[in-house]
């Protein structure tokens, strides 16, 4: 005998008041995959003009039925919300995910995996600063001349969008790089201020050249090394008017990394930076979770080097 997971759901949606209840059954078959069956969805709102967002699905695994819950329907009504008019919009990343049929399950022994919220958020690090590292920070403030403000200011902006108690969601990783390359663009910017280059890549690569940057990928290891070899590995491009002239930036860090050549790991490692950073603005990057984690990941420390080399 098949038994499958009955699931009720609740997400929490601000911006707008919806009251209402799906019947449609060609709409909830629509919503549906061939291994979760929605069977109602519901919209209601409290008293803090909060709509919930409820329903119960059937599900033939526990975990796939999270990974719908979470990624798939949520994300297919998300985009239903955007095509109507609200001007502010905030969804719930993670829903409340109640398994109903839980002690039948447990007859049968059926996994159980209560912990769900797990798939939808990373807990943020806590990090221990010793007082040297403080001490040579301040002391880069104390003698800092403020040319560099703007690079502070999108910095702690990218260090705002984490919530320390719920944690990272998969949402947040594409704002922090956002934010995060900002800061960088202000950083080049300032530092060849005096100086003319065609575009953003010729700057990026002057940039790659300098002294703490090549100092810094020749000293880099465990996680952001291994972030090295997935960029190269990610196919990511720079692409121009002249088709011809399109260039696999992944290609090229493969083949630096091979020949652990360290000046073409600093300037093709900032050009996948680049090529990630253009595909979020643009809306054609593949993998948009995943590679602005790992942009995130090594950008971040090189910005925080350049600063303290910079003062």
């Given at each position: 005998m098949n038994i499958s997971y009955k699931l009720k759901f609740e997400f929490k949606i601000r911006g707008c008041e919806i009251r209402d209840i799906i019947e449609d059954k060609n709409i909830l078959e629509s919503l549906s995959d061939e291994h979760n069956i929605i069977n109602e969805i519901c919209f209601t709102c409290d008293r803090n003009k909060t709509t919930l967002f409820s329903g119960r699905v059937e599900s033939e695994d526990i975990l796939d039925g999270y990974r719908f819950l979470l990624y798939d329907l949520r994300t297919k009504i998300l985009k239903s919300l955007l095509l109507t008019d609200i001007d502010f919009l905030e969804f719930q990343d993670n829903a409340e995910i109640i398994i109903e049929n839980e002690k039948e399950l447990r007859l049968h022994n059926k996994q159980i995996f209560p912990n769900y919220i797990m798939f939808g958020t990373i807990a943020p690090t806590i990090k221990c600063i010793n007082?040297?590292?403080?001490?040579?920070?301040?002391?880069?403030?104390?003698?800092?001349?403020?040319?560099?403000?703007?690079?502070?200011?999108?910095?702690?902006?990218?260090?705002?969008?984490?919530?320390?108690?719920?944690?990272?969601?998969?949402?947040?990783?594409?704002?922090?790089?956002?934010?995060?390359?900002?800061?960088?663009?202000?950083?080049?910017?300032?530092?060849?201020?005096?100086?003319?280059?065609k575009s953003e890549k010729f700057k990026i690569e002057e940039f790659a050249k300098e002294k703490f940057v090549l100092d810094y990928f020749r000293s880099i290891y465990d996680d952001k090394r291994s972030c090295l070899y997935d960029l190269a590995r990610s196919n990511l491009h720079?692409?121009?008017?002249?088709?011809?002239?399109?260039?696999?930036?992944?290609?090229?860090?493969?083949?630096s990394l091979n020949k652990n050549s360290n000046e073409d790991i600093a300037k093709y490692s900032l050009l996948c930076l680049y090529s990630i950073r253009n595909g979020l603005v643009h809306g054609n990057l593949g993998d948009v979770l995943y590679l602005s984690r790992k942009a995130y990941i090594l950008l971040k420390p090189l910005i925080i080097k350049a600063l303290l080399y910079s003062n």
């Open positions: 007082k040297e590292v403080l001490k040579n920070a301040m002391e880069t403030i104390i003698n800092d001349n403020k040319i560099y403000e703007e690079v502070f200011f999108w910095l702690y902006m990218t260090d705002t969008v984490a919530n320390i108690d719920e944690g990272i969601t998969q949402f947040d990783n594409i704002i922090r790089y956002r934010l995060l390359w900002t800061a960088f663009n202000s950083l080049y910017n300032i530092r060849f201020r005096n100086k003319k280059y720079l692409y121009y008017k002249d088709k011809r002239r399109n260039v696999n930036i992944s290609h090229e860090l493969k083949n």
